[in-house]
């Protein structure tokens, strides 16, 4: 769609106006607010002109101006400029991060929350799914007499845990034995080719060891099932009553379907990168009103997992573009580190 670069600023200016006071803006605001010079006049009918190709709206007979879902679709696309974190911003999200960098689940868990407070909408963040991963290394710890837990660890990132339960006490050199046998025999695997049928073949392979490796290799096989799905974590679906441009029952529609997590997770790891995806852009009914930014994080060098915003259409777009980009560099460069460290 062409446009002059007249109404390219207006239209800029009408969207940079909504976002940040929640009012439309009016010919004479405009005239103030422009960098050149031109009558109120010819602004209304630039916004009349702009209105007429559908990227305005007027909510009101007697009301200025607002983006239309399209509108802001040209705005995001070809008008918006980002603005980037200030050092001391950067030094907040990092300070915030690190506390949890340990972690795997803690580190993506205070994401979401951080997300959440930063915007006040709602805020996902996916754990890395086993699919396409490697296993990287199982390690056996001792945690009490007669139990012991398996950790998973996949190329992804993902970190899956299982107590198991023996009928004899457990040594360091039986659980010696059963971190050498499992990953001579499963370090390397795809995650997927850990399956019952492999469990069993394993087993079988082992002779009388078979009876004495039976509770771990059911806690690796119950671990790799679970590494294989997606897990996400929610934050601020509260947040999301206390937007004015959800009226009614709108709020609820949004929270709604962000309870149903295989949708979800469908929606905002549909495509690598950054995307914002404007109202029905989004494909779902419950969505017509809102807006999704979702930006993918890399482990690794590839693509592991993704944090996401939801929330009406008038969100603050170049602020928050920015900010997630950071956060998803920060996270994956730090699972990428714990991820070293630990194999």
């Known amino acids: 769609m062409e446009l002059s670069s007249r109404q390219q600023k207006i239209l800029a200016a009408v969207a940079e106006h909504y976002i940040s006071t929640g009012e439309p803006a009016g010919s004479k605001m405009l005239c ?3 960098d050149f010079t031109v009558s109120p006049a010819t602004v209304r009918n630039e916004m009349s002109e702009l209105a007429e190709r559908g990227l305005l709206l007027q909510p009101h007979t007697s ?13 995001v696309d070809r008008l918006m400029k980002r603005r980037p974190l200030s050092p001391e911003e950067r030094r907040t999200i990092d300070s915030l991060l690190l506390s949890n960098a340990y972690d795997p689940q803690k580190l993506l868990e205070g994401v979401s929350r951080l997300l959440a407070g930063m915007t006040r909408f709602a ?6 799914g086993g699919q396409g991963a490697a296993v990287r290394a199982v390690q056996f710890v001792q945690t009490s007499r007669r139990t012991a837990m398996a950790i998973l660890i ?18 360091p050199d039986i659980l010696r034995v059963f971190f050498r046998t499992v990953n001579e025999r499963l370090a390397g695997r795809s995650v997927e080719e850990i399956t019952p049928a492999l469990i069993q073949s394993l087993a079988a392979s082992l002779g009388e060891m078979a ?7 059911m806690a690796v096989l119950d671990a790799a099932q679970e590494a294989l799905e997606t897990d996400v974590c929610l934050n601020g679906q509260m947040n999301l009553l206390f937007c004015p441009e959800f009226e009614g029952s ?41 807006s999704v930014v979702a930006c993918r994080y890399a482990i690794s060098g590839r693509d592991a997992g993704a944090i ?30 714990l991820l070293d460290q630990q194999s």
């Open 123 to 128: 805020a996902v963040s996916t754990f890395p």
């Open 250 to 290: 709108g709020a609820r529609r949004v929270i709604d379907f962000l309870s149903r997590e295989e949708e979800l997770t469908r929606l905002i790891l549909q495509s690598a990168g950054t995307k914002v995806l404007i109202g029905r852009e989004t494909k779902r009914s419950e969505l017509a009103e809102s």
């Open 154 to 171: 996949t190329s992804a990132g993902t970190m899956k845990t299982r107590v198991f339960r023996c009928d004899y006490d457990v040594t």
């Open 63 to 75: 009301a200025g101006r607002i983006p239309s879902q399209k509108g802001y679709r040209v705005y």
């Open 32 to 34: 103030d607010s422009l």
């Open 211 to 217: 009876i004495l490796m039976s509770p771990a290799l």
């Open 308 to 337: 996401a915003v939801i929330g009406p259409t008038r969100m603050n777009y170049a602020k928050l573009v920015s900010g997630m980009e950071y956060l998803a560099n920060a996270v994956g460069r730090m699972l990428t580190e």
